[in-house]
C-alpha cells in the first residue's frame, strides 16, 4: 500500500510564505513524477507545479517566479515553496506521485489535500 502524507498549509497574509512538504511511504519501487496540484472553491482542480524524477519541473503560468518546486529522491518526498503568496493562491492543495509499487505498470497516487488561506 502506497500513502502520500502532505504537511505545510495554513493561514497567511498576502506576501507571506508557506513551504508544503509530501512524503511517499509503503510499497514503492521507483517513483517518477511527482507534483501539486490545487483546487479553489468553485473551481477545477489545477495543477501548479511538477517535478520529474530527474528534476525537470513543469510550472502553471499563474505562479511562476513566485513558487518553487524540488523533491529529495532518497526520502521520496516532493516540496512547493510559495513565495509571495496572494489571495488567489487560496485553495486546498493535492500533491501527487507516480508511483511503481514493484516492478511493472506505475499508477497515479494522491494525497489527502492540505488548505492553503491567503488573507488580503
Known amino acids: 500500500q502506497v500513502q502520500l502524507v502532505e504537511s505545510g498549509g495554513g493561514l497567511v497574509q498576502a506576501g507571506g510564505s508557506l513551504r508544503l512538504s509530501c512524503a511517499a511511504s509503503?510499497?514503492?519501487?521507483?517513483?517518477?513524477?511527482m507534483g501539486w496540484y490545487r483546487q479553489a472553491p468553485g473551481k477545477q482542480r489545477e495543477l501548479v507545479a511538477d517535478i520529474s524524477s530527474g528534476g525537470m519541473t513543469n510550472y502553471a503560468d499563474s505562479v511562476k517566479g513566485r513558487f518553487t518546486i524540488s523533491r529529495d529522491n532518497a526520502k521520496n518526498t516532493v516540496y512547493l515553496q510559495m513565495n509571495p503568496l496572494n489571495p488567489e493562491d487560496t485553495a486546498v492543495y493535492y500533491c501527487y506521485a507516480k508511483i511503481m509499487p514493484r516492478p511493472g505498470p506505475s499508477y497515479h497516487y494522491w494525497g489527502q489535500g492540505t488548505q492553503v488561506t491567503v488573507s488580503s
Open positions: 509503503g510499497s514503492i519501487f521507483s517513483v517518477n513524477d
